[in-house]
């Protein structure tokens, strides 16, 4: 069993506290240990008591980096709309500023990180629903398991205030010796059932998109991506971690997620990468233009064929690529992309995929790329601006975090974003899914409606736990 000895953090927590006088303001003191290799569902399942409502889950399509984190010890969040990418990464790193950090991993995503997210659209009228996200909402947790490569780190982070003492370290201590031990003992609970769906205004969803429809076939806008909700009410309160577990078994090639803001819990698994970036190269995906999973691999093969060819579907993915790349191009010394779009196949449903992969400048940072891509004509439309009023005016749906990036920032400025489709915001005993698709001028109501029929399914299938 691994524990942690209390010497070395009361020495660097005292230097930290000390420092913190002398500045006049709160230092960070951040230490990084290598670990056995520990399974992250279980991590975040134990903070179940202690921590409930203040952790996040994210993983990677590949299990390059699993991260896990317990506790808040410092939250960036604002409801500021003008340069709220900008105010996150300013605020990171005046926070960073002078702190103590002990970390002799070069590991990326090891030491201090930041996780979270934006809002799809600040300008949209808030209703109640997302009411426990703000437009930008970051946590530095106290307590941050890293799994890079399949080698467990574990952070604490810690925020000494002048006035604080040796015992603070001690219980800090004696809570992360605490939790490691835990680690051992799996709580039993049961799976909530599911007792009531109902589909928010299907019709008038319908109506909308021939609407759009119209306009696009007479007007400057090219695409616009229109979202709905599904609201499923459970027998009992639902708990985060089944839910997650069955994300994590049924969709393992895509990113996992779980983000809690209290006491509500936004969760998913998207297939969609935004950025990532390490050091100087950057990746980026373009995913849109869908079709179903076949019953028989041939039916499945014959689908994926269909896709790759049909116009409706790639003038849908060929606008993001379009975009994407155009985006990129002022940040990028290079870019490189395929010039035809190949098949990603998840188990509910197939889409056209375009990898991006990039070299950027040395002064571009990845939130400066977020901005520069959110929303992708995958997730808005094209024009971008133009797109996004659109939906702001038809849309009934308040779209919160959804279809919006969520992801980590470590402190050497590298992390990654993922677009939270194929989530739901988890209420007490209700959740509600969403999923949009893009509506193009050859576009059909009924299919479109089917189509997001589909994307609600990796989120039913993890909540019925099939
Ligand atoms: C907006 C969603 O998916 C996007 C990503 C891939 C394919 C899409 C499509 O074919 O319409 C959408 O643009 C969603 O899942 O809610
Ligand atoms: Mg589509």
């Known amino acids: 069993m691994f524990t942690i000895q209390e010497t070395e953090i009361k020495e660097r927590g005292i230097t930290a506290v000390k420092k913190a006088e002398r500045l006049g303001r709160p230092i960070l003191l951040s230490e990084v240990y290598k670990l056995d290799l520990i399974d992250p569902l279980s991590f975040f399942n134990l903070g179940t008591e202690r921590f409930l409502g203040e952790r996040f889950f994210w993983k990677d399509p590949k299990d390059e980096t699993v991260l896990v984190g317990l506790g808040i010890s410092q939250q960036i969040q604002s409801d500021q709309a003008t340069d709220r990418f900008f105010r996150v990464e300013k605020e990171w790193e005046i926070f960073l500023k002078d702190s103590l950090i002990f970390n002799s991993y070069l590991e990326i995503g090891t030491?201090?990180?930041?996780?979270?997210?934006?809002?799809?659209?600040?300008?949209?009228?808030?209703?109640?629903?997302?009411?426990?996200?703000?437009?930008?909402?970051?946590?530095?947790?106290?307590?941050?398991?890293?799994?890079?490569?399949?080698?467990?780190?574990?952070?604490?982070?810690?925020?000494?205030?002048?006035?604080?003492d040796e015992s603070l370290f001690e219980k800090v201590n004696d809570e992360r010796n605490e939790l490691l031990q835990s680690l051992y003992k799996s709580p039993q609970t049961k799976q909530a059932a599911l007792t009531k769906t109902e589909e928010i205004l299907?019709?008038?969803?319908?109506?909308?998109?021939d609407e759009v429809v119209k306009e696009l076939m007479n007007g400057q806008l090219k695409k616009v991506v229109l979202a709905r909700e599904l609201r499923l009410t459970f027998n009992q309160q639902l708990e985060a971690e089944h839910v997650l577990e069955n994300l994590n078994k049924q969709q393992h090639e895509s990113f996992i997620?779980?983000?809690?803001?209290?006491?509500?819990?936004?969760?998913?698994?998207?297939?969609?990468?935004?950025?990532?970036?390490?050091?100087?190269?950057?990746?980026?995906?373009?995913?849109?233009?869908?079709?179903?999973?076949?019953?028989?691999?041939?039916?499945?093969?014959?689908?994926?064929?269909?896709l790759l060819h049909d116009q409706k579907n790639l003038i849908e993915h060929r606008y993001v690529v379009e975009m994407i790349k155009d985006a990129l191009e002022g940040s990028c010394e290079e870019i490189i992309l395929p010039d035809q779009p190949q098949l990603m196949k998840n188990r509910d449903i197939q889409h056209l995929y375009t990898p991006v992969i990039g070299k950027v400048r040395r002064e571009t940072s990845l939130l400066l790329l977020v901005e520069k891509l959110h929303p992708t004509p995958a997730l808005g439309g094209l024009p971008k601006r133009e797109a996004v009023e659109k939906i702001r005016q038809v849309e009934v749906l308040d779209r919160g975090f959804y279809a919006a990036p969520l992801g980590w920032i470590d402190y050497r400025g590298n992390g990654e974003f993922a677009v939270s489709i194929r989530s739901g915001l988890i209420q007490g005993n209700e959740v509600s899914l969403f999923a949009g698709c893009g509506v193009v001028a050859d576009s059909d109501s009924e299919s479109e409606y089917l189509e997001t029929g589909l994307k609600f399914r990796p989120m039913l299938r993890a909540l019925r736990g099939e």
């Open 257 to 306: 997620f779980a983000f809690e803001s209290n006491g509500d819990c936004f969760l998913g698994a998207t297939p969609e990468r935004l950025v990532k970036k390490q050091e100087d190269e950057i990746f980026s995906t373009c995913l849109a233009g869908s079709i179903s999973r076949g019953k028989t691999a041939e039916e499945d093969r014959l689908l994926g064929e269909t």
């Open 111 to 164: 030491g201090p990180v930041i996780f979270g997210g934006f809002s799809f659209d600040p300008y949209k009228e808030k209703t109640e629903l997302w009411s426990k996200y703000p437009d930008s909402l970051f946590y530095l947790p106290k307590y941050l398991l890293s799994i890079i490569n399949e080698e467990a780190y574990l952070t604490t982070n810690i925020v000494c205030m002048p006035q604080d």
């Open 202 to 209: 299907p019709e008038q969803w319908k109506r909308s998109v």
